[in-house]
């Protein structure tokens, strides 16, 4: 990091994203508390202030993107996003954990010392380093669940930006992103983000292969999109006729978890048939239980398209262990090809 002086454009950027920040908030459920979430910002900017980070942008961009972040991606409060917009100060200025304590309270000030404790990675350069900060992660989780929510916000943030560090730096925290945080966001149910993370690492760590697999995929997506249409199309109009309000989205894999599939069932990229998922989120009726409804419009799509007897999942008679519920079912579409159908309720979702 180094410092200078911004120029316009910059302090112009640094206050757009600041505004993106509370729009996203007050778009929110939460008890608006703006002014307290300006505080920290300001406190922060003023601190960070002339800091640059590796990419030459303004150091506070990346925590206020952090803390965007926990608002949009994670569905976080005014504390934590104080705490995300705070959370290097302690560790990068002069400013101490008291003084976070003085300003904003003891909740904002213990959030950013537990987050200032598992800072600069959990593996170090010794192995008793890297078991004692591991065990510093593992503790936060039954002191403030918020501390590792942030942390983890604070590694995707990292990840999207993670080509500005030179090549060895990129291989060791994309290791570690893998091997921690991608499953700690998994176990925290916080599925999209625990997909970006495996995406990003497998990335860094086989870049030739990511790309192969990458291109392969650009070039089926706008096929795979438009199939998902005239699949979804009979789906959508059964599902209005049943009378119910409903989402009816597609979803391509990952590059990670396309690669993941092939390495596990030793088979070539285009053999992996589901590359394409559709997903239906449902607002139940009050007749019957959830449950049930899950199961009449699996009977309703099954009807439609013939099921693949081995691909059943029932993830709502038995939840995940991290409280996933949803029923999965794969079905053959018109075109001969195997999709991937995802049914869960607004509760579950």
Same mark, same amino acid.
């Given at each position: ?27 929110? $459920? @939460? ?20 800091? =640059? ?8 961009? !990346? ?5 965007? *972040? ?16 705070? @959370? ?42 890297? $078991? ?12 403030? *669940?918020?501390?590792?929510? *942030? ?33 700690? $966001? ?19 760590? @086989? ?18 999109? $438009? /199939? ?18 409903? +989402? ?5 894999? +990952? ?12 088979? /070539? ?23 049930? /409804?899950?199961?009449?419009?699996? +009977?309703?799509?099954?009807? *439609?398209?013939?099921? !693949? ?34 049914? =869960?309720?607004?509760?579950? @979702?």
């Amino acid at each position: 990091m180094e410092q200078s002086n911004f120029t316009p454009e910059e302090e112009a950027l640094i206050n757009q994203e600041f505004a993106s920040l509370l729009d996203a908030y007050a778009h929110t $459920a @939460h008890r608006q508390k703006t002014e307290l979430i300006t505080h920290a910002f300001n406190f922060a900017n003023k601190a960070h202030y002339g800091v =640059r980070r590796l990419s030459g942008e303004p150091y506070i961009l !990346h925590p206020l993107a952090v803390a965007k *972040i926990c608002v949009e991606e994670i569905g976080l409060g005014s504390t934590s996003i104080c705490a995300a917009l705070l @959370h290097d100060v302690v560790e990068d200025t002069d400013y101490t954990v008291e003084d976070i304590a003085g300003l904003f309270g003891e909740k904002i000030a213990q959030i950013v010392d537990g987050l200032t404790k598992i800072s600069g990675g959990v593996f170090g350069s010794q192995s008793s380093e890297q $078991a004692e900060n591991f065990r510093k992660l593992l503790l936060t989780i039954s002191d403030d *669940i918020r501390v590792v929510l *942030i942390k983890i916000a604070d590694r995707l943030h990292n990840m999207r930006t993670l080509s500005a560090q030179p090549k060895e730096k990129q291989y060791k925290i994309a290791g570690e992103t893998m091997y921690i945080y991608a499953p700690l $966001a998994h176990r925290l149910g916080l599925f999209p983000i625990k997909t970006e993370l495996e995406d990003l690492s497998f990335h860094y760590e @086989h870049p030739e292969t990511w790309q192969e697999i990458h291109d392969k995929l650009e070039v089926v997506k706008s096929s795979q999109l $438009a /199939q998902f249409e005239s699949f979804a199309a009979p789906i959508r109009s059964r599902l209005e006729s049943m009378g119910y309000r409903f +989402s009816l989205t597609a979803r391509i894999k +990952s590059v990670y978890s396309i690669w993941k599939k092939m390495e596990q069932r030793h088979i /070539q990229f285009e053999d992996v048939y589901d590359l394409l998922a559709v997903r239906i989120v449902f607002t139940p009726n009050e007749s019957m239980s959830e449950k049930d /409804q899950c199961w009449v419009i699996y +009977s309703a799509i099954t009807e *439609i398209y013939r099921p !693949h007897p081995e691909r059943i999942r029932d993830w709502i008679s038995s939840p995940k262990a991290n409280g996933y519920e949803a029923l999965h079912v794969t079905v053959m579409a018109a075109s001969g090809e195997w999709v991937e159908v995802q049914i =869960r309720t607004d509760r579950m @979702h």
